[in-house]
Antibody, heavy 121, light 108 residues
Framework: QVQLVQSGAEVKKPGSSVKVSCKSS????????ISWVRQAPGQGLEWMGG????????DYAPKFQGRVKIIADEFTRTVFMELGSLRSEDTAVYFC??????????????WGQGSLVTVSS | ENVLTQSPGTLSLSPGERATLSCRAS???????LAWYQQKPGQTPRLLIY???TRATGIPDRFSGSVSGTVFTLSISRLEPDDFAVYYC?????????FGGGTKVEIK
């Protein structure tokens, strides 16, 4: 059974960047898109952007445009999300989520376990 | 951006009762590309419904989804103890993908 395994918790200073990884245990990146969704403490879910590894197509939510970068390494079956210019409001659990097909316009049928990013001075 | 508004914010019900959750989109959702997820504290979201009304694999038939215009509904016919959680709707018909704010179903 394919799993998405994310990197561990991070504590970052305001103004710095964080890079979170999401590794697939199976050959899923060839046939699925991967999105990043975050959840602030006690809050709802927020889509940040996604990537279709097969084509390299990326799309970002306007709110994060210019501050987020999503890349995929097919050889290591890993997708990375880098968020810059961190502020306290970016404190959240960051999830990677697999789209049901190789398109960004899809439901999410598999989620990583989440990575807590804490932004604090 | 297609804003999804879920109501009510909290639903207080007893096991065995029927739950009706609403998700209203600010604009039409392309091809009714809307999903529902269940999330329990400390857990990842679990896919329940996609395409507005198709149950995901392994989801019991007490969960059902429907749509009328831009209003999507998730119904749980007879609540079981395991169903008390937060439910989110999610539209994937256009960019940016968006989620509703969630409905918490709590035990009365």
């Amino acid at each position: 059974q394919v799993q998405l395994v994310q990197s561990g918790a991070e504590v970052k200073k305001p103004g710095s960047s964080v890079k979170v990884s999401c590794k697939s245990s199976g050959d899923t990146l060839n046939i699925h898109a991967i999105s990043w969704v975050r959840q602030a403490p006690g809050q709802g879910l927020e889509w940040m952007g996604g990537i279709i590894p097969l084509s390299g197509t990326v799309d970002y939510a306007p709110k994060f445009q210019g501050r987020v970068k999503i890349i995929a390494d097919e050889f290591t079956r890993t997708v990375f999300m880098e968020l810059g210019s961190l502020r306290s409001e970016d404190t959240a659990v960051y999830f990677c989520a697999r789209g049901a097909a190789a398109t960004l316009f899809n439901w999410f049928d598999l989620w990583g376990q989440g990575s807590l990013v804490t932004v604090s001075s | 951006e297609n804003v999804l508004t879920q109501s009510p914010g909290t639903l207080s019900l007893s096991p065995g009762e029927r739950a009706t959750l609403s998700c209203r989109a600010s604009q039409s959702v392309n091809s009714n590309y809307l999903a529902w997820y269940q999330q329990k504290p400390g857990q990842t979201p679990r896919l329940l419904i996609y395409g507005a009304s198709t149950r995901a694999t392994g989801i019991p038939d007490r969960f059902s989804g429907s749509v009328s215009g831009t209003v999507f509904t998730l119904s749980i016919s007879r609540l079981e103890p395991d169903d008390f959680a937060v439910y989110y709707c999610h539209q994937y018909g256009g960019s940016p993908l968006t989620f509703g704010g969630g409905t918490k179903v709590e035990i009365k």
